[in-house]
C-alpha cells in the first residue's frame, strides 16, 4: 500500500505540522528507508516489537511505516499513561527499541525495563544504552552532546525484498485504556489494517486532492487508521498542530489549513457549539423569541452552519466523528444546519470502523452501515424492540488479544463473531442504532433496562451543564454533573457578593436540571439524587468517561 502511494504521489504533500515541517512522499519514502537500516543494524528481525511514545508529529507516522514496512510490530503507547502503565507494556510486548518525543522523556525515567536501544522521535537521536539517573532528562533540556543519529541508508522501499511480510503478521500491538480500566493488547495484523482503510476509502471517496487536518492522539486505533492510514493510501495530505487541540490553537490552523476532511471524536464538537454557537442564540432577545418560531429557526440554523463551515476553513466536506455518543440536541443542530458530519462506530479489536456513512445518506442517530470489510449482526435481538449485543465478523477483526487465550476465546462467538460488548440495533435499511454498553447498563426495580449513556444524552442538553455521569446509587439512580461555571459566572454570579449565594444558586440549577429531566425520561429512569463534579470527568484517548474511576 505504501509502495503504491509513493510511487503515485512522489512530490505531493504527505505529513506536515504546520509551517514548521514536511515531508513529501519522496521524502516519507527516503526517511522510511533510513529507520528500517536502522532496525537491520541493530539486529531487530521480523515480528519484534517496536513502541513509540510522542505526539502527533510526522516523525511518528513515518516510524509506524518504516516499523511495519520492516516486518516489526509497531506498539502504540498513549500518552496519557502512567509511567508504571508504561513499563508494563514495554515488558508486557518485550519491545526491543523505543522511539520516544523529548516531550514525555519523564515518562520513563526510574523505569526497570529499558529496550535495548532509546530513540528521540524529534530528530532521531540514539541515546546511549547506558544512561545515569535523569540522564534523558538533563540530555533533553541541556542539549550538550551530539549523539549518533539514524544514518542514510541505501535500502530502497520500491521492491523492499527485507522481510516477507504476510496479510496475517502482525503490525500492531495496541493497549487499549478503557472506561473499565483494564488495558488489554489488541493484536492487529496488516489484513486486519488495510482492509480496514481499503474499506474506508471507497466510502469516504478520499483521494490525492483532500487535505486532513489531525487532532486525536495517533496513538489511538481511530486517529492512525482513519487519519494516518487512510489518507496516505489514498495520497492525501496530513497536518498537524504543533499545541494540544484547544481552541486557542484549533481555530488558527483550520483557517490556515481549510480541511476537507477531519476525525473528531463528539466532545470537540460539542464544546464548540455550546462555546461558540449557542451562546449567539441566547444573548439576543430577539433571536431568542425568532428561535422558536420553526422557519425562522431554520434560516437562523442555516446561517449558523455557515459561519460553523467557514470556522474550519470553508472547505470541509466530511467531518467524521466517532469514539462516544453525539448529543442530540448537537446532533440536530448539525442536521438543520446542513453541516457535512457523518458518525461512525467501531472498535480498537476491529481495526476500527465498523460502521459509517457518506454525510449525504446518513440517518439522525444511527452510526451508519456496515462498510465493505465486515458484517455486523444482532445476537439473540429482544423481541419486543430488537436490542441484543452488536457482533462482528469479517477481515478487520482482530487476531485476538495478546498472551491471553483465555480472554480472546470468550470474546469470540463459538462460529468466529467478534462479541463487541455494545447493544444495538439494526433497522431494516441495515442502519446500526447504539443503546450501550452492556457492564453500563442498570437493571431498573421494574426489570427494565436503563442505558445510563441515554440519560446523560438528556442531562447534557440542559442549560450550563458541559458533562456528566449516571449510575446506580443503592438500587437508585444518581447523576454527577460538571457545570460551565464560566457561563454561570457571566449571566448568573455576576451580582453576587459571597461564596455562599453562588453555592445555593449551583445547587437550586442541579435540582432545576434533573426535574427537567424526570419530566422528559420514563417513570422507572428518573433520576432520584444529583451532586455536582467540581472537576471535568478523566477520560479515555477518545474523550470518553473513565466510567470506573467515579463508580
Not at 522523556?105 to 528521540?120: D, F
Not at 520500491?158 to 488489554?184: F, R
Not at 459561519?307 to 446532533?331: P, Q
Request: one cysteine or more.
Amino acid at each position: 500500500m505504501l509502495e503504491h502511494s509513493v510511487r503515485n504521489n512522489t512530490n505531493r504533500v504527505a505529513l506536515s505540522c504546520i509551517d514548521k515541517y514536511t515531508l513529501t512522499y519522496n521524502d516519507l519514502n527516503k526517511k522510511v528507508n533510513d529507520i528500517i537500516g536502522f532496525l537491520k543494524e541493530e539486529g531487530i528481525k521480523k515480528g519484534d516489537r517496536v513502541a513509540l511514545l510522542g505526539e502527533n508529529h510526522p516523525n511518528w507516522g513515518l516510524s509506524f511505516f518504516a516499523i511495519t514496512s520492516a516486518g516489526c510490530v509497531a506498539v502504540p503507547i498513549m500518552h496519557d499513561f502512567s509511567p508504571a502503565e508504561i513499563e508494563q507494556i514495554l515488558e508486557h510486548s518485550g519491545t526491543k527499541i523505543l522511539f520516544i518525543s523529548s516531550k514525555f522523556s519523564g515518562k520513563i525515567e526510574g523505569i526497570n525495563y529499558k529496550p535495548q536501544k532509546i530513540v528521540l522521535l524529534d530528530d532521531f537521536s540514539i541515546l546511549p544504552e547506558s544512561c545515569p539517573e535523569n540522564f534523558l532528562k538533563n540530555f533533553i533540556e541541556e542539549r550538550k552532546k551530539e549523539f549518533r543519529k539514524i544514518r542514510e541508508t541505501a535500502i530502497k522501499l520500491t521492491g523492499i525484498g527485507l522481510t516477507e511480510i504476510n496479510e496475517d503478521d502482525l503490525a500492531s500491538l495496541i493497549y487499549t485504556s478503557g472506561t473499565t480500566g483494564h488495558s488489554k493488547g489488541v493484536m492487529l495484523t496488516h489484513k486486519n489494517i488495510v482492509s480496514d482503510v481499503m474499506a474506508v476509502v471507497d466510502m469516504t471517496e478520499i483521494t490525492h486532492k483532500d487535505i486532513m487536518l489531525s487532532i486525536l492522539p495517533l496513538s489511538h486505533a481511530t486517529e492512525s487508521t482513519l487519519g494516518l492510514i487512510t489518507p496516505i493510501a489514498a495520497g492525501a495530505s496530513v497536518y498537524y498542530l504543533e499545541k494540544m487541540p484547544s481552541a486557542t490553537s484549533l481555530l488558527p490552523a483550520l483557517q490556515k489549513i481549510r480541511p476537507t476532511i477531519m476525525v473528531a471524536v463528539p466532545l470537540i464538537i460539542e464544546k464548540i457549539y455550546k462555546s461558540k454557537i449557542l451562546p449567539n442564540f441566547r444573548k439576543n432577545l430577539l433571536i431568542k423569541a425568532m428561535y422558536k418560531t420553526p422557519f425562522i429557526k431554520q434560516k437562523i440554523n442555516l446561517a449558523a452552519g455557515k459561519k460553523l463551515k467557514e470556522a474550519f476553513g470553508g472547505r470541509l466536506r466530511m467531518l467524521c466523528i466517532g469514539g462516544a455518543a453525539l448529543a442530540s440536541d448537537v446532533e440536530k443542530f448539525l442536521r438543520a444546519a446542513k453541516f457535512p458530519y457523518t458518525v461512525g462506530y467501531g472498535l480498537t479489536e476491529t481495526a476500527p470502523l465498523v460502521t459509517g456513512n457518506q454525510p449525504a445518506d446518513f440517518i439522525y442517530n444511527s452510526v451508519g452501515k456496515p462498510i465493505s470489510c465486515c458484517r455486523v449482526k444482532i445476537d439473540n435481538p429482544n423481541y419486543l424492540t430488537g436490542e441484543g449485543e452488536i457482533l462482528v465478523k469479517g477481515d478487520c477483526v482482530m487476531k485476538g488479544y495478546y498472551k491471553a487465550p483465555e480472554k480472546t476465546k470468550e470474546t469470540f462467538t463459538e462460529d468466529g463473531w467478534f462479541r463487541t460488548g455494545d447493544l444495538g440495533v439494526l433497522n431494516k435499511k441495515g442502519y446500526l442504532f447504539i443503546k450501550g454498553r452492556i457492564k453500563n447498563v442498570i437493571l431498573g426495580a421494574n426489570g427494565k433496562n436503563i442505558y445510563p449513556e441515554s440519560l446523560e444524552a438528556v442531562i447534557n442538553e440542559c442549560r450550563y451543564v458541559m458533562e456528566s455521569l449516571v449510575y446506580d446509587k443503592g438500587g437508585k439512580l444518581a447523576a454527577k454533573i460538571h457545570l460551565d461555571y464560566k457561563t454561570m459566572q457571566e449571566e448568573l454570579f455576576a451580582n453576587f457578593t459571597n461564596e455562599a449565594e453562588i453555592k445555593k444558586a449551583i445547587k437550586k440549577r442541579l435540582n432545576e436540571i434533573i426535574d427537567e429531566v424526570n419530566k422528559r425520561v420514563p417513570g422507572f429512569a428518573k433520576i432520584s439524587h444529583v451532586y455536582e463534579q467540581f472537576e471535568p470527568f478523566e477520560k479515555t484517548p477518545t474523550l470518553k468517561i473513565k466510567r470506573y474511576v467515579y463508580v
